[in-house]
């Protein structure tokens, strides 16, 4: 970012000579005019030929530009009256730094040369866009401008030590020349020199480590004047400039709001701006700053897919750390990257999550020679990222994390290669490396039709060892859930994330191999006794049944076990309840309020017992919810049945047993839930059901 410099007493000579130089540019009308030609320069006869020989050589190739901004700087430095001893002064000869130069007014010689040189600029504002001729004198010039400020730090000092002479410079008095020459044609009526010439600010502006205040608010305001132009291509190039002065007050003027104004109109301008280029030019232009951060986040949903792409592959690369964006910031920018619809926006943001974030967790772009490289495969790093992403909420079913690690496994071949789930892993799991476990599952088993199958069978156990981790882990779950009802002290986080690894273990479950007699036994029996404990979650509970249903097998008489292991379940469950008579006894006639207070208020003899109310309001809902729980594995159980309902006298068991009555109840969460089951049961049996 350019830094402004304020300008003092030697302003009065800035201003005679942009005096003159407005003078040439006078004639400028809205329809483009050149300005007329000056008199030849008197002091150095050979100075127009030299000069324009310099720039008709820099608009056939790029290739010479470098000796040929050596060339001008040398005639520059004559001009001003600068010998060679002291251009040339390097590490040899500075054991006398008090002998340096200190810079003045313009000479005549010197306004010559800057004429000269804003005289061959003026040519090339009439080049159409398409002309590649009128960019490379751009670049010429810049890197002109660039080479000779660095010349004058050499020659008259650094701006830390002489900053009030800094705008007294050769390369600052050429500037303000320039400036005062090409400003005037920002509102030329042809867009093609309008265009130029903004170009031309521009390329001056970054060429520039330092402005003075008068020449920053000539620049600033022409600039502003075409932020607004019609032409797309002109306000690309304004805004380019002025993105780069707006990063320049951040020491000088902490209590300047113009600064903050400009940055205001900016982000306006990328927020609304119809030119797809014109946001992107902002988008990768603006300084990142606190205030400017959240509008350049929120580029992940421009129209536009480069916009998009540029936000994933530009940006962020180059905003640092990761992890100094807020949670709900990075699950966003997952999110909208990899959910994109344009396939070369979510490859961006793929790229992004594998190459660069996972980096920033092992650490290797701390280090300025490896930024950007891959390092090896460091599995702690992995973890850290999935912890900085929210892998609990995240990793739920259509969560972001399934596809943020998805895209990690296809660019990772490495991680593919040196993850290694060994005992110690298993014995001591995490969310997030239970779920590192089952997003490599599901990528070797279920995503790529069985490519890296065999990658699979390597790295992950056989099904006898993960019914054992999933018996230790659910053993683990279920004691936790009978204590939480005792106590209030039990920490509900790590009761969470023992879920969170029961569920990811169950899905690993659904996709192994069960030909093993052995392990399918004990996988069976494992499961069949979890879902009869009334503690067993809801989500655990569904991949439970869904899990039974696969160890079962698919044929019909697989089908039926299923459901009558599901059905001894639920009876187990139902069991718990404390009562003679429940809603689901299909001998009894359940009517509306007395059932509910029958119920409730079980018969006993005043002597043995006086009627607590408290206690009778317990015991409904304790019915409540076990009934609840009963309805939810059925309902689990119909989801994952394919037979007629007519053939399976399980399932009508269970419909007139379980479901009837439960339609017919009076309390609205066992009646809603009833209903499911019954439209369940009347897909499997349409006919069955409506004669019943």
Known sequence: MPSRVSARSTSTARKSSATASSGRAGSATPSFAVPEEPALPETAPNLRRDVCAIFADAQRSTAGHRKLVVRLRKIQEACCGISQKNSKRDGKNTEAPEERLIPGEETIPEKEFNVEVGRCVLRILPIKKTEPV????????????????????????????????????????????????????????????????????????????????????????????????????VRVQAVTGLARLAGNEEDDDENDDTNAALVEKLVDIMQNDTGAEVRRTLLLNLPLVQATLPYLLERARDLDAPTRRALYSRLLPTLGDFRHLSLSMREKLLRWG????????????????????????????????????????????LLELL?????????????????????????????????????????????????LLRSFNDFCRVENEGKYDSLADEKIPVVTALAMYLHKYMTELLQRKKLTKDATDVNDDETVEIEFIVEQLLHIAMTLDYSDEVGRRKMFSLLREALAVPELPQESTKLTVET???????????????????????????????TEDSFVSAKSEISDDTSSRHRSETPMSEDEKPFNKEEAKAKVLKEIVVNMKCLHIALCMLQNVEGNLQANMNLVTMLNNLVVPAVRSHEAPIRERGLECLGLCCLLDKVGVALS
Request: glycine residues 4%; contains cysteine; proline residues 3%.
């Open 134 to 233: 009128g960019d490379r004198i751009l670049r010429f010039l810049g890197n002109f401008l660039t080479h000779a400020s660095e010349k004058d730090a050499e020659i008259f000092g650094s701006e830390e030590e002489e900053d009030e002479n800094t705008h007294e410079r050769p390369t600052a008095h050429l500037t303000t020349s320039l400036v005062s020459l090409i400003v005037p044609l920002l509102s030329a009526k042809d867009k093609i020199v309008r265009f130029r010439t903004t170009q031309v600010i521009a390329h001056v502006v970054n060429s520039l480590d330092t402005v003075d205040d008068e020449l920053y608010h000539t620049l600033r305001q022409g600039l502003l004047k075409r932020i607004r132009d019609k032409e797309p291509s």
């Open 338 to 381: 990899l959910r994109d619809r344009d396939e070369s926006v979510r490859k961006a943001a793929g790229k992004l999550f594998h190459d660069r974030w996972v980096e920033d967790c092992a650490g290797t772009n701390n280090d300025p020679e490896r930024v950007g490289q891959r390092s090896e495969p460091n599995i702690t790093a």
């Open 387 to 435: 912890e900085r992403v929210d892998v609990i909420n995240t990793g739920m079913e259509s969560g972001i994390a399934h596809e943020a690690m998805r895209s990690f496994w296809e660019g990772r071949a490495d991680y593919r290669e040196a993850v290694l789930f060994d005992e110690a892993y298993w014995e001591s799991m995490t969310a997030e490396s239970a779920f």
């Open 548 to 578: 039974l249903r696969c160890v079962c097998g698919p044929d019909a008489a697989a089908e039926s076990e299923f459901c009558s292991v599901v059905l001894e379940a639920i009876a187990e469950v139902h069991d718990t309840i404390i």
